[in-house]
């Protein structure tokens, strides 16, 4: 049964950084694209960023683009996101998920995302 498995949250002062992995368990890893999604309290799930099958194509929500990058590592079947120069307003419930297989990119719509991991947490004080 395929998987994914979030880990790196936690509790980080403001201006500070983390870096989130998710381990994605089954086979053909790299044929499919690759997101992470983050949820506030009382908010709705929103995207944060995307990779592409091969790692060649990246895409951002603006309001992480310049301080958090989306990596991967197919032979390793990982995915990672590099989150620098934290806020407050980053403090959410990361999710990483898997694109839908033939969805359209980039893709920033929970929709074009079928399998997803129970998510890390990731509190930034001020």
């Known amino acids: 049964q395929v998987q994914l498995v979030e880990s790196g949250g936690g509790l980080v002062q403001a201006g500070g950084s983390l870096r989130l992995s998710c381990a994605a368990s089954g086979r053909a890893f790299s044929s499919y694209a690759m997101g992470w999604f983050r949820q506030a309290p009382g908010k709705e799930r929103e995207f944060v960023a995307s990779?592409?099958?091969?790692?060649?194509?990246?895409y951002y929500a603006d309001s992480v683009k310049g301080r958090f990058t989306i990596s991967r590592d197919n032979a390793k079947n990982m995915v990672y996101l590099q989150m620098n120069s934290l806020t407050p307003e980053d403090t959410a419930v990361y999710y990483c998920a898997r694109g839908r297989y033939g969805s359209s990119w980039p893709q920033a719509k929970s929709n074009g995302y079928d399998l997803w991991g129970q998510g890390t947490q990731v509190t930034v004080s001020s």
């Open positions: 990779i592409y099958q091969g790692g060649g194509a990246t």
